[in-house]
């Protein structure tokens, strides 16, 4: 499947599930059957310190446009806790179905 204009969303959320900064990538720049490529940088408003302070996770969704609905949908959803956060380091995440639960209650 090729997925219309891809996007990926980047949640930081507490331990709560309250979310503290949410951001919309801009569309995939490589969108192909088996991957799609973002190649962007996304510099989060929240700092590292407050994120470990209050056990915050990242969340990400990948959001694609289906027209017969005519709107933007999450295909599915991943996250990271602080402790898998390494600088300049590719990591693999786990990948789940929507929707996304930011108190990581259905894992």
């Keep these: 499947?090729?997925?219309i204009n891809p996007t990926?969303?980047?949640i930081v959320a507490d331990q709560l599930g309250t979310s503290l900064d949410t951001q919309d990538t801009p569309v995939a720049v490589e969108k192909r059957v088996n991957h799609v490529v973002f190649n962007n940088t996304v510099y989060l408003?929240?700092?590292l310190e407050q994120m470990q302070k209050e056990g915050c996770g990242i969340f990400f969704e990948f959001k694609h446009f289906?027209?017969?609905k005519n709107k933007m949908?999450?295909?599915c959803w991943?996250?990271?806790e602080m402790a898998e956060l390494r600088k300049d380091e590719e990591?693999?995440?786990e990948i789940y179905h929507k929707p996304t639960d930011l108190?990581?209650?259905r894992l």
């Design 1 to 3: 499947q090729v997925y």
């Design 8 to 10: 990926m969303t980047v």
């Design 45 to 47: 408003r929240v700092s």
């Design 66 to 68: 289906k027209p017969k």
């Design 73 to 75: 949908s999450v295909r």
């Design 78 to 80: 991943a996250f990271m």
């Design 91 to 93: 990591i693999v995440l």
């Design 103 to 105: 108190r990581k209650r």
